[in-house]
C-alpha cells in the first residue's frame, strides 16, 4: 500500500524508455505520485501543494529532460527539496549566557512532553550540566509522580509542589530553586492541551511570561496526521515556540509531520525521540528524515544501529572463518544473535528501502518465529555437534528436535542449509565475501 | 435520528452496554448527546485555524456539480486524515450517486457526504455487551493515545449505571501511570488492582479478573502499558497479557478496545493492523476528537479492517467519553464551520 516513491515513479516513467523525451503530461503523472506518496507520509495538503510546485518548476528543467534515468533524477529532486526545506544548519539549543537557561515545553497531550523533558535533562546532564525539572502539569493525574520518579532515574533533581494548582506559581518557585541550588538549566514540564482550547493555551502563555524562557521547545508526536499545521499554527501564535523535539519516531510512522511544522512555521527541529527510555533522544538529521517521509527507508540509521550492536572483531573473525569455510553452528548462532540484538527483524527490514513497508509485515512475523525455532535447535545441540555438524545421525537429530520442542524434519532442513551455505562460502572464500558487517 | 428528542448521555452509555436506561431521577442534569456535538460545532467554528473549511465552503456553496467541486471534497477528506484510499471510495461513491442525478448542487453534495460516511461508520449500532460473569474489557493502544484516561471515564459511566466495577493497573511501565489510574478510580469510586512498577502486566491481569470474579463485579477493565505497533517483544507481552485473562476466566476478555487519538495521521492504520493481529480488537475508541484533529483514520481503518468505533471522547471533561454516533461524527467533521458560508 505504502509503495516507496522510487517504485512509483518507475511506474511513470517506465513506458518512456526509448522514446527519450518526456512531455508536460509525463511529469503531471509523476507530480501525481509525489502528491500521493507525500499525503500518505502525513505531509500536510497546503505543504504539499507549495513543494510540489517547487518540484515541478525545477523536474521541467534541463536536468531531467535530458535525463536517461529521469525517475532517479526527479527523486534525487525531490528528496533535495524536502532536505532544505527541514535542514539547513544544524541547530543547537540555545543557551543563556547569563543562567541558568530556561527552557519550556509544550505540546498537545500525549505527544510526549514529560519523557522528553526527562530525556533532554538527562542528555543536558550528560554534557556537563546541572539541570533542574519543574513540575507545572497540575493537570494530569500523577504527571508530577510521573517527573519524579523520572528524575529518580536520571538523578536530576525535580520541583514539584503537591497540591499546586497554580503552575504559574509552581514555574517561579522552580526558577528561584534553581538560583538557590545552583543549577544552570531549568526545564519546565507543562499540561498538555487540545490546541483549541483558549483557557489552556492562556495558562501556557500565563507561565512563559513568568519564567521569560531562553526557549519554548514544542513537543510533535511523529504519528500526527493532517493537523500537525493546526497544531504549530496555534502553538506558534500562542507562545512563538523556538524548536521542535519529534516523538515516537521509533514507530513506523513517516513522520510528515516535522516537514509540515518546518513549513509553516520555519522552526527548526532539533531533536527526534526514538523510544522509550529516558537516553532515547537524538539529533535531527533532515537528509535522513527526507528519506524516511519518502518511503525510502533509513539505510544510514541500519548501519548506525550495525555499528552499535555489533562487535567489530567479532565480525572479523567471523568473516574469516567464512572465507576459510570452517564456520560452525556455534559461529552462526552466534552471528544469528549478534543480527537481533539490533532488533526485531521486521523492524530492520523496515529500514531497507523498499522493503519495510506495511504489506510485508506479515511475512517478517513469520520469520521471526523460524528464527526462533533455529535459535532453539542449534541451542539443544552439544558443542561437538555445532563444530562438526557432520557426526549428527539419526538418533541426535531426534535428541535435538526433542529437546527444541521442533521436529526431525526441520532439524534436517536447518542442517541441510547449513550445509549448503558452507559449500557456498567456501567457493565464495577466494573471490572475497561482500561483508556487510566486516566494514 | 437528528432531529430526535436531546437523549442523556447516560441514556447512551446504557444502549451501548446494552444495560437498562436511568431513572429519570438518577439521571444528573448533564449535556445531551445532541449538545454536545452542537458544542463541538461551535469549538470548530471559533478555532484559530481552519485550514480545511476553505474546502468545505466551497462545497457547500457551489450552484453546480464542476471538477473543481470534486477537488475541493477530495482535499476535505484528506485534510480529515481519512487517507488517500478511503477518500477515492468515497468520491467515487458520491460520483456515481451525481451521475444518476441525486446530486446536483453544492449543498445536496454536502448532504450525501454526511449519509455515506454514516454509512460506512454505522453498518449496525456497535455494542460493548455486558454478560453474566464480570465482563472483561482489555484496553490497549500507543504511548499517549488517551487509554487510562479512557478508563477512568468508563468506570465512572459504569458505576452511574449501577454496574460494579474492577480496573487493572496493567501500565507497569511508564512512571506514575498505576499513581494516574488510581486517581480516576478514586474519583469514579472504583477498586483497583495495582502491582508495583515494573510488575508483569500478565499478573496483574490476572489479578484483576480473579479480584471481579471474587468480588462479584459486573466489569473488569484492564489498562495496558502504551506500545509503539512495531515493538515486536512489547506486542509479544501484550499477547501474554491477553492470554492470561483468558486463564483467569474462559472467554476473557471479552472486547478488545484499541484507543487512538484524534490527531493521527496515516500511522493509525498500521495501528489498527499490527495490535489486531496481536490482540482480537473488537472496537476503536477515538480520542481527543476536538473539532481541529478530525479523526478521519476511522475511516480508513473501517475500511482496511472494518472495526467499528465503539466510543469517542470530545473533551477533557469527565462527561466527555461518548458512544460514538457516526451521524453526529460525520456532521461535526465534514459541515461548515458556522458563519463561513451561511
Given amino acids: ?439 | 435520528m437528528t432531529d430526535g428528542p436531546a437523549e442523556g448521555a447516560l441514556g447512551a452509555f446504557a444502549e451501548l452496554f446494552g444495560l437498562a436506561a436511568p431513572e429519570p431521577e438518577d439521571a444528573r442534569p448533564e449535556p445531551s448527546r445532541r449538545g454536545l456535538f452542537r458544542r463541538l460545532r461551535e469549538s470548530i467554528a471559533s478555532s484559530q485555524s481552519q485550514a480545511i473549511s476553505p474546502q468545505l465552503a466551497g462545497i457547500y456553496q457551489a450552484k453546480m456539480v464542476t471538477d473543481d467541486l470534486w477537488d475541493d471534497l477530495e482535499e476535505a477528506l484528506i485534510m480529515a486524515d481519512c487517507g488517500m484510499a478511503a477518500t477515492t471510495d468515497i468520491v467515487d461513491a458520491l460520483r456515481e450517486q451525481a451521475a444518476e442525478g441525486r446530486i446536483t448542487s453544492g449543498a445536496s453534495l454536502g448532504t450525501a457526504l454526511t449519509a455515506e460516511i454514516t454509512r460506512r461508520l454505522a453498518p449496525e449500532a456497535p455494542r460493548i455487551a455486558l454478560g453474566d460473569g464480570p465482563t472483561v474489557i482489555l484496553v490497549v493502544g500507543v504511548n499517549g493515545s488517551g487509554k487510562t484516561t479512557t478508563i477512568g471515564k468508563l468506570a465512572n459511566r459504569l458505576t452511574e449505571l449501577g454496574q460494579k466495577v474492577v480496573i487493572g493497573a496493567g501500565d507497569t511501565f511508564r512512571a506514575a501511570a498505576v499513581e494516574q489510574l488510581s486517581v480516576w478510580a478514586d474519583r469514579a469510586g472504583v477498586d483497583i488492582v495495582k502491582q508495583g512498577q515494573g510488575a508483569d502486566p500478565g499478573a496483574v491481569a490476572f489479578d484483576a479478573v480473579a479480584a471481579g470474579q471474587a468480588r462479584g463485579a459486573d466489569v473488569v477493565i484492564i489498562d495496558t502499558a502504551g506500545r509503539l505497533q512495531t515493538q515486536h517483544n512489547l506486542m509479544e507481552e501484550l499477547r501474554k497479557v491477553h492470554g492470561v485473562t483468558g486463564k483467569a476466566m474462559a472467554g476473557a476478555p471479552h472486547h478488545v478496545l484499541l484507543v487512538i487519538d484524534s490527531t493521527t495521521g496515516q500511522n493509525g492504520l498500521s495501528q489498527a493492523q499490527l495490535f489486531s493481529e496481536a490482540v482480537p480488537v473488537s472496537g476503536l475508541v477515538l480520542t481527543k476528537f476536538d473539532g481541529v484533529a478530525r479523526g478521519g483514520i476511522v475511516l480508513a481503518i473501517e475500511r482496511e479492517l472494518g472495526i467499528p468505533v465503539t466510543l469517542m471522547g470530545v473533551g477533557e471533561g469527565i462527561d466527555d467519553l461518548q458512544p460514538f454516533d457516526a451521524r453526529a461524527f460525520a456532521e461535526a467533521i465534514f459541515s461548515p464551520a458556522s458563519g463561513a458560508g451561511a
Fill in chain 1, 1 to 439: 500500500m505504502f509503495d516507496a516513491l522510487t517504485d512509483k515513479l518507475q511506474g511513470v516513467f517506465s513506458g518512456l524508455k526509448g522514446r527519450g523525451k518526456l512531455t508536460e503530461s509525463d511529469i503531471d503523472k509523476a507530480m501525481r505520485a509525489i502528491r500521493l506518496s507525500l499525503l500518505e507520509a502525513d505531509v500536510s495538503l497546503p505543504v504539499v501543494k507549495q513543494l510540489t510546485t517547487a518540484i515541478k518548476e525545477r523536474a521541467t528543467g534541463d536536468e531531467v529532460m535530458s535525463s536517461i534515468t529521469p525517475d532517479q533524477q526527479v527523486v534525487k529532486i525531490v528528496n533535495e527539496e524536502l532536505t532544505r526545506l527541514m535542514g539547513g544548519t544544524n541547530v543547537s539549543l540555545a543557551m543563556s549566557p547569563n543562567p541558568p537557561t530556561v527552557i519550556l515545553m509544550a505540546g498537545l497531550q500525549g505527544s510526549g512532553k514529560t519523557t522528553h523533558t526527562a530525556k533532554l535533562a538527562r542528555m543536558l546532564a550528560a554534557e556537563g550540566r546541572a539541570p533542574i525539572m519543574v513540575a507545572c502539569d497540575v493537570r494530569r493525574p500523577a504527571a508530577m509522580e510521573q517527573l519524579a520518579v523520572l528524575g529518580d532515574q536520571i538523578d536530576v533533581p525535580v520541583h514539584r509542589e503537591d497540591g499546586a494548582t497554580d503552575p504559574v506559581k509552581v514555574a517561579k518557585d522552580g526558577i528561584a530553586a534553581a538560583k538557590r541550588t545552583g543549577r544552570d538549566v531549568v526545564l519546565v514540564d507543562t499540561a498538555g492541551r487540545l490546541s483549541i482550547d483558549a483557557e489552556m493555551m492562556d495558562e501556557l502563555v500565563a507561565i512563559r511570561d513568568a519564567v521569560k524562557p531562553t526557549s519554548v521547545i514544542l513537543v510533535v508526536d511523529a504519528m500526527t496526521g493532517q493537523t500537525a499545521v493546526d497544531v504549530a499554527v496555534a502553538f506558534q501564535d500562542a507562545v512563538q515556540f523556538d524548536g521542535v523535539i519529534l516523538s515516537k519516531l521509533d514507530g513506523d510512522a513517516r513522520g510528515g509531520a516535522a516537514l509540515s511544522v518546518r513549513a509553516v512555521t520555519g522552526k527548526p527541529i532539533l531533536f527526534v525521540g526514538t523510544g522509550e527510555k529516558v537516553d532515547a533522544l537524538e539529533a535531527f538529521h533532515p537528509d535522513r528524515m527526507a528519506s524516511r517521509i519518502l518511503g525510502m527507508g533509513d539505510v544510514l540509521s541500519l548501519i548506525e544501529k550495525a555499528q552499535q550492536n555489533v562487535d567489530a572483531d567479532d565480525a572479523k573473525r567471523i568473516e574469516e572463518k567464512m572465507r576459510g569455510g570452517s564456520l560452525t553452528l556455534d559461529d552462526f548462532l552466534d552471528q544469528l544473535r549478534q543480527v537481533r540484538k539490533m532488533g526485531p527483524i521486521g523492524q530492520l527490514m523496515g529500514m531497507i528501502p523498499g522493503l519495510g513497508q506495511q504489506s510485508k509485515m506479515k511475512d517478517v512475523e513469520i520469520d521471526e518465529r523460524r528464527i526462533d525455532r533455529v535459535e532453539a535447535i542449534i541451542s539443544s545441540m552439544t558443542l561437538p555437534e555445532r563444530a562438526r555438524p557432520d557426526i549428527i545421525n539419526g538418533s541426535r537429530r531426534r535428541r535435538i528436535a526433542e529437546g527444541s520442542g521442533t521436529t526431525v524434519q526441520e532439524v534436517n532442513q536447518l542442517l541441510a542449509q547449513f550445509k549448503q551455505m558452507q559449500k557456498l562460502m567456501k567457493r565464495m572464500g577466494k573471490g572475497g565475501l561482500p561483508s556487510m558487517l566486516g566494514a
